[in-house]
């Protein structure tokens, strides 16, 4: 009886598959093991089991970290098994050349790097075997019964393929490429002075050094705030003024001046308990600490005994100082 084998990202996922689907034993094979039921064979990756050659594994010429070898672009992309995970390749490729197994079901993630992690294991291995693509947006028994009823052809998912393997040599062309170029330069002068560059890794660096930079040049500027004490029914409280804030509005949200009670506050004086003002979240009106314009100059400010504020945003937050 022919069979599908399907290949799953993750261990985990395999087991998730085999409990959705049932009828599956677990088979041990040395330090590794796969499912087995009476349609399927079940195993997985574990993440990337296969990478991209150096250019010393493709020429040996090629290996030396010199201008001169420069640029590095193969006529090919050969691969090899990633060491670590090598076991699990090898048993990858012993059940794809069982005479039982005589398809394949790529049940890894559904995107561009699942697609590439498959991708790479069947063309190592030189299987040739028809493929259909198990696509999961959900990883619920049912979600999984309702995909492998609409298994997908493989050629559908062939330009996914072309994108991630183009992602992948992308990648290999500027890592490499731009690593030894920059690493003979910083050792021209002798040493080796490696200096890694990468797609993501180099733009990630140099948004963290602009940051770090605009940091250490920023200038503070102080600015005028005023200051008030006012006098209400409950007490005397003070106050920042803001631009278009009443004493009235301020006298409210302080907990100060004539209120009425909420229907809450009834219920509990009707109790025998006492009300008090409600306590609002430490960050209810955060906005107002925006920076704002100086309500008046300097020398009225003093003049009428308000403090004097400095108080500035930096990009590592805001800071705020009195001056003597």
């Not at 090629?62 to 193969?74: D, E, Q, T, Y």
């Not at 398809?103 to 069947?122: K, M, P, Q, T, W």
């Amino acid at each position: 009886m022919s069979k599908s084998l399907i290949i799953a990202e993750k261990p985990s996922v395999a087991g998730d598959i085999a409990k959705a689907i049932g009828g599956f034993k677990k088979v041990a094979e040395g330090n590794e093991s796969y499912y087995e039921s009476g349609a399927y064979v079940l195993s997985s990756a574990v993440g990337h089991l296969v990478e991209l050659c150096l250019p010393g594994e493709l020429d040996k010429k090629k290996g030396k970290w010199s201008f001169a070898n420069l640029p590095v672009i193969p006529d090919e992309f050969a691969l090899k098994p990633i060491e670590r995970s090598e076991g699990r390749l090898r048993l990858l490729r012993k059940l794809m050349k069982r005479t039982d197994v005589t398809s394949l079901v790529n049940a890894c993630d559904a995107g561009r790097e699942g697609e590439l992690i498959f991708r790479y294991i069947v063309k190592l291995a030189g299987c040739k075997k028809p493929i259909e693509r198990l696509w999961l947006q959900s990883m619920t028994p049912a979600s999984i019964r309702d995909g492998f009823a609409h298994l997908r052809p493989g050629s559908e998912l062939e330009p996914l393929a072309s994108a991630a393997v183009c992602r992948s040599e992308s990648d290999w062309l500027i890592g490499i490429n731009g690593t030894r170029a920059l690493t003979a330069f910083n050792s021209r002068n002798g040493g080796f002075q490696k200096t890694p560059v990468g797609r993501v890794q180099t733009p990630t660096l140099a948004i963290v050094v602009e940051r770090d930079q605009k940091i250490k040049s920023f200038v503070p500027k102080g600015y005028w705030e005023v200051h008030a004490t006012f006098a209400a029914q409950a007490g005397t409280y003070t106050r920042k003024i803001l631009p278009g804030t009443t004493t009235t509005r301020m006298a409210s949200r302080s907990g100060f001046g004539a209120r009425r009670p909420r229907a809450r506050s009834r219920k509990n004086a009707a109790a025998g308990k006492a009300w008090s003002p409600r306590r609002k979240s430490p960050h209810h009106n955060s906005r107002r600490c925006s920076l704002i314009s100086p309500p008046c100059s300097a020398r009225q400010t003093e003049s009428l005994g308000f403090r004097r504020r400095a108080r500035w945003a930096s990009p590592r937050g805001f800071t705020s100082i009195t001056r003597s």
